[in-house]
């Protein structure tokens, strides 16, 4: 496709957000059946050999819930938290769930490099087979103003830090998304900085809430969520938690994210949830609901301020600094 599109961040995607919340849903209750052609369609596969899709660590789950995260909201139901996505390696739309069926995700590895002891390649099944997984019920606040709350399976980032064994001069850790325009139509959209990039201090992703997410609903991650590894950092935007990565690398440089690099201004490093410092274009004071009319404020840190506090010590007199 070589049609030009405006590129949607310069899109006020937040005045589309309520209504298009609530005409995905119908647009899916409506063409359901359409949907499970079309993506057996883009995966090449006859409508008869779906199973042979079928997640080879789907065994694994459901796993045990940690009770430790509680919610204030009830949880988005599946078919709306999965019908209403941002992944722009498959297209700036919401509907991203068709198009990303075309990711392929066996064989999957993940490089482990930088400042490290040793550098490694880890499968991504062995990896599952080595980490302790568990369900954690946590809110999701995109930085469009929209928000959902979701049952990731997965294992804390910090279990992965271990493995890595960092030397004493990483301080920060960048994550990157699979580079495949091929499979990925979006990744053919040449003002995009692609691959898709994103970042984290060390004392972050060893907080004991940035979470590797590689299941939801009691099942492996669907494609659209990011398969088969992604980021949950639910104390910041939701652009921070990257999906689908493929190298995770120890760093004493600040990673620039893929949205730093396009707009600084808007979409900063630290990007930490805050009710209190409007996007440039609209209020971060509340938030829709997905799935619902609903629209609730917006509290500091996405609710999660107890966790996190200790991370951005002068945050109360200058929360500016985290943006
Ligand atoms: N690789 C990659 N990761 C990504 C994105 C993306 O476009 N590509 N979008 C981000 C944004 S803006 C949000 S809000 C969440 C959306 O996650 P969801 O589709 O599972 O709700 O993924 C984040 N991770
Ligand atoms: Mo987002």
Same mark, same amino acid.
């Given at each position: 496709?070589?049609?030009?599109?405006?590129?949607?961040?310069?899109?006020?995607?937040?005045?589309? !957000?309520?209504?298009?919340?609530?005409?995905?849903?119908?647009?899916?209750?409506?063409?359901?059946?359409?949907?499970?052609?079309?993506? %057996?369609?883009? %995966?090449?596969?006859?409508?008869?050999?779906?199973?042979?899709?079928?997640?080879?660590?789907?065994?694994?789950?459901?796993?045990?819930?940690?009770?430790?995260?509680?919610?204030?909201?009830?949880?988005?139901?599946?078919?709306?938290?999965?019908?209403?996505?941002?992944?722009?390696?498959?297209? !700036?739309?919401?509907?991203?769930?068709?198009?990303?069926?075309?990711?392929?995700?066996?064989?999957?590895?993940?490089?482990?490099?930088?400042?490290?002891?040793?550098?490694?390649?880890?499968?991504?099944?062995?990896?599952?087979?080595?980490?302790?997984?568990?369900?954690?019920?946590?809110?999701?606040?995109?930085?469009?103003?929209?928000?959902?709350?979701?049952?990731?399976?997965?294992?804390?980032?910090?279990?992965?830090?271990?493995?890595?064994?960092?030397?004493? %001069? %990483?301080?920060?850790?960048?994550f990157e998304t699979f580079l495949d325009p091929?499979?990925?139509?979006?990744?053919?959209?040449?003002?995009?900085?692609?691959?898709?990039?994103?970042?984290?201090?060390?004392?972050?992703?060893?907080?004991?809430?940035?979470?590797?997410?590689?299941?939801?609903?009691?099942?492996?991650?669907q494609k659209q969520f990011g398969a088969p590894?992604?980021?949950?950092?639910?104390?910041?935007?939701?652009?921070?938690?990257?999906?689908?990565?493929?190298?995770?690398?120890?760093?004493?440089?600040?990673?620039?994210?893929?949205?730093?690099?396009?707009?600084?201004?808007?979409?900063?490093?630290?990007?930490?949830?805050?009710?209190?410092?409007?996007?440039?274009?609209?209020?971060?004071?509340?938030?829709?609901?997905?799935?619902?009319?609903?629209?609730?404020?917006?509290?500091?840190?996405?609710?999660?301020?107890?966790?996190?506090?200790?991370?951005?010590?002068?945050?109360?007199?200058?929360?500016?600094?985290?943006?």
């Open positions: 496709m070589n049609v030009i599109f405006k590129p949607s961040w310069a899109i006020p995607e937040r005045e589309a !957000t309520p209504e298009s919340v609530f005409l995905n849903r119908r647009k899916f209750l409506k063409g359901s059946g359409a949907v499970l052609v079309g993506s %057996a369609g883009l %995966a090449g596969l006859r409508p008869g050999a779906a199973r042979a899709e079928e997640d080879p660590s789907a065994g694994l789950y459901p796993v045990p819930r940690n009770e430790t995260y509680r919610l204030d909201r009830e949880i988005t139901p599946e078919e709306v938290s999965s019908r209403y996505n941002n992944f722009y390696e498959f297209g !700036t739309h919401k509907e991203i769930h068709r198009a990303a069926q075309a990711l392929r995700i066996r064989p999957w590895t993940v490089e482990i490099d930088g400042l490290v002891d040793k550098p490694m390649t880890l499968d991504i099944d062995d990896l599952l087979k080595r980490m302790p997984l568990e369900e954690r019920l946590y809110r999701h606040r995109c930085v469009e103003a929209w928000s959902m709350a979701v049952p990731w399976s997965g294992f804390p980032l910090a279990e992965l830090v271990k493995l890595a064994s960092p030397t004493s %001069a %990483a301080k920060y850790v960048r091929n499979m990925a139509e979006g990744q053919n959209q040449p003002w995009y900085p692609w691959p898709y990039v994103e970042g984290l201090t060390l004392a972050e992703a060893t907080n004991e809430l940035a979470f590797m997410v590689t299941g939801v609903y009691g099942k492996p991650l590894l992604r980021l949950a950092v639910p104390w910041k935007y939701g652009f921070k938690s990257i999906k689908s990565i493929v190298r995770i690398s120890f760093t004493d440089k600040q990673p620039v994210g893929l949205w730093e690099a396009i707009q600084a201004s808007e979409y900063g490093f630290w990007a930490n949830v805050n009710p209190g410092v409007s996007h440039p274009r609209w209020s971060q004071a509340d938030e829709q609901i997905l799935g619902t009319r609903e629209r609730r404020e917006t509290l500091i840190f996405n609710g999660y301020v107890d966790q996190v506090a200790s991370l951005y010590p002068d945050w109360k007199t200058d929360m500016s600094l985290y943006r």
